[in-house]
């Protein structure tokens, strides 16, 4: 098999209905999204709300079928061989339904492993053995209606690794998790992937660097096409968005908005801390001799400069510059 994951000149376009005096119309969602993930990756699909990952990821599992274009996971047809497929792949959400509220963690990972057909013997074995791993085993008698969020992602994660996938998708399994919780998450995903090089990973998730940290490669998926897919390393070394600064303000909330306006420049990060009264920016510039004005449209505004610093290039900064804005789940940064 030299594809776990083939996509070739994909679409999807769903239909909108007639409706208050406005004729019916079509919105593609996915136009001629050309993929191919290589057995053993760990590949990162990146973009914005909207973008189309959440319709691509239900093509790929056999949830939606395609309007146009060739799909295939495994090798297998996702519309001729479905069946076949379903038996190879599993997929965790994040923020998703944990299962039955009255079910203990073991008997509900127990329920889910009949549904892909293994035997009670062997499913008990790889149950214990990975809630002992991940760190469940003093739960395992615990109601789920009982479990914290961090608990029950951790059972979905369990729930994913254990019928041994060729292909997993994992769509946003951090999503809402504390950063203690979410790191174990990610050691989870690295030791599953390291027990078997032929396994097959592919991630979806707000946060680019959790991107960068894990994925072999990454696509980047905006307006239903494919913008870029590479190493992290090899997007952000063939980068040329210019100089990347963060800066610190005292007393001046519209500096994004002074910023914006500013031809070339692209705002990427904005935080404030009330408390201390204070903006903090991460933007780009063509190049360093842009950074003067930059400062002094900052002044002109009333605004006091706390803090500047320049930083390495990252895959957030890659994203905006593709995608015109951050990631996030509402559109800003996550």
Known sequence: MDSAIRTADLTRTFRKPAGR?????????????????????????????????????????TLLYPTSGLVEVCGLDVVRDCE??????NMVSGGEPSGYGLLTIREQLWVFSQLYGLTTAAALSRIDRMIAQYGLAKDAGTRINRLSTGMRQKMNLIRGFMTNPSVLFLDEPTLGLDAHIARHARGFIREWMAEDRTRTLLLTTHYLA?????????????????????????????????????????????AAESLRATPGVTVSGLATDAARGSTTLRFTLPDDSALP????????????????????????????????RSLGTDGENA
């Not at 076949?84 to 792949?89: C, G, H, Q, T």
């Not at 696509?219 to 800066?247: F, M, S, W």
């Not at 505004?301 to 510059?321: C, I, M, P, R, Y």
Request: charged share 20%; proline share 4%; net charge neutral.
């Open 84 to 89: 076949r497929v379903r038996e190879r792949i």
């Open 293 to 324: 004005a930059a400062l002094q449209s900052f002044c002109s505004l009333g605004g006091k400069v706390l803090n500047l610093s320049k930083h390495q290039v990252t895959l957030e900064d890659v994203f905006v510059a593709i995608a015109g």
């Open 210 to 254: 959790e991107a960068q940290d894990l994925c072999d490669r990454v696509a980047i998926i905006h307006d239903g096409q494919v913008k870029a897919c590479d190493t992290p390393a090899n997007l952000i070394a063939a980068h040329r968005g210019g100089a990347v600064y963060e800066v610190s303000l005292a007393g001046l909330n519209g």
């Open 21 to 61: 005096g406005l004729p019916p119309s079509e919105f593609r969602a996915l136009d001629g999204v050309t993929l191919d993930v290589r057995p053993g990756e760990l590949f990162g699909l990146l973009g914005p709300n909207g973008a189309g990952k959440t319709t691509l990821i239900k093509i790929l599992c």
